[in-house]
């Protein structure tokens, strides 16, 4: 499990599960230079990029994403 950041604090989110993608070179240092300067995980940044681009498909995939990860 991991907490994620909201305003005001941290709660417990969600069990995690290992996935393997693949990046673009430009993409990967980009990432690593944004988490040196913020001291933010890598891996915060890539389930918050999963979750706003499940949200905006949520239509086509034909639930409510707010809905389904409210747990």
Same mark, same amino acid.
């Given at each position: 499990?991991?907490?994620? !950041?909201?305003?005001?604090?941290?709660? !417990? #989110?969600?069990?995690?599960? #290992?996935?393997?993608?693949?990046?673009?070179?430009?993409?990967?240092? #980009? !990432?690593?230079? !944004?988490?040196?300067?913020?001291?933010?995980?890598?891996?915060?940044?890539?389930?918050? #990029?999963?979750?706003?681009?499940?949200?905006?498909?949520?239509?086509?995939?034909?639930?409510?994403?707010?809905?389904?990860?409210?747990?």
């Amino acid at each position: 499990m991991y907490f994620k !950041l909201i305003r005001g604090g941290f709660f !417990l #989110a969600q069990k995690k599960v #290992a996935r393997t993608i693949y990046i673009k070179d430009e993409q990967k240092e #980009a !990432l690593k230079r !944004l988490s040196e300067k913020t001291k933010v995980p890598q891996s915060v940044y890539v389930r918050e #990029a999963l979750d706003m681009l499940l949200e905006k498909y949520s239509e086509q995939l034909k639930f409510e994403f707010e809905e389904y990860f409210k747990g």
